[in-house]
């Protein structure tokens, strides 16, 4: 499956951005998919994930409340809705997928990759 993601920009603190991840190839409905992010002289992070149904999500404890994960397996598509940003939002944002279906919040369970898609938040 080949992952593509977009929607990243600028955003003032407290705005909003809906990152989406477009998939092509094999079929989509049957991996799981994360989003990851990664700001400027620090590792990958797990965002939020969600498994091959859409019937189970998974959030970072540092974006409940504010980021809500989906995906549409007809279009192809899963998507970050992110609300409430903060600057420390700030990151260069990946979605991947896997076939297996476990360790989520592991970036090394992924196989397929997105080529990020840059989120910044000004104060």
């Known amino acids: 499956v080949q992952l593509q993601a977009s929607g990243g920009g600028l955003v003032q603190a407290g705005g909003s951005l809906r990152l989406s991840c477009a998939a092509s190839g094999r079929s989509f409905s049957s991996y799981s998919v994360g989003w990851f992010r990664q700001a400027p002289g620090n590792e990958r992070k797990f965002v939020a994930g969600i498994n091959w149904t859409g019937s189970r999500t998974y959030l970072a404890d540092s974006v409940k409340g504010r980021f809500t994960i989906s995906r549409d397996n007809a279009k192809n598509t899963a998507d970050l809705q992110m609300n409430g940003l903060k600057p420390e939002d700030t990151a260069i944002y990946y979605c991947?997928?896997?076939?297996?279906?476990?360790?989520?919040?592991?970036?090394?369970?992924?196989?397929?990759w997105g080529q990020g898609t840059l989120v910044t938040v000004s104060s």
């Open positions: 991947a997928a896997q076939l297996q279906g476990i360790g989520v919040q592991e970036s090394k369970r992924y196989g397929y």
